[in-house]
């Protein structure tokens, strides 16, 4: 079993960063890809970026492709979200995801190839 916990979203303003954080439990972190995924009220779930097992792939959506850096390090059993340049567009509860199959070479777009969620942290960009 895996839990996940995002911490990091806030209250910024158009322009500025933020990096998210998501802590992960479990021996076999390691091996998991980690994607990270937004919803916005009203609207459905969308795919923000995710990083294989090794971090050596990394994926993200045209809307955040320059600005925003999926990492990961397994000593800590962390990934993280470094959100620059934010757009009032970004305003969305950010989740992280694990995909616990083993030491896929690629790291799914699709959040229903994610077992593990997190609880979700607010990021709201005022313009």
């Known amino acids: 079993q895996v839990q996940l916990v995002e911490s990091g979203g806030g209250l910024v303003q158009a322009g500025d960063s933020l990096r998210l954080s998501c802590a992960a439990s479990g021996r076999t972190f390691g091996s998991y890809a980690m994607g990270w995924f937004r919803q916005a009220p009203g609207k459905e779930r969308d795919f923000v970026a995710a990083?294989?097992?090794?971090?050596?792939?990394?994926y993200y959506a045209d809307s955040v492709k320059g600005r925003f850096t999926i990492s990961r390090d397994n000593a800590k059993k962390m990934a993280y979200l470094q959100m620059n340049s934010l757009k009032s567009e970004d305003t969305a509860v950010y989740y992280c995801?694990?995909?616990?199959?083993?030491?896929?070479?690629?790291?799914?777009?699709?959040?229903?190839?994610?077992?593990?969620w997190g609880q979700g942290t607010q990021v709201t960009v005022s313009s």
């Open positions: 995801a694990a995909d616990g199959r083993f030491m896929r070479s690629r790291a799914p777009i699709e959040g229903a190839e994610y077992q593990y």
């Open positions: 990083i294989n097992w090794s971090g050596g792939n990394t």
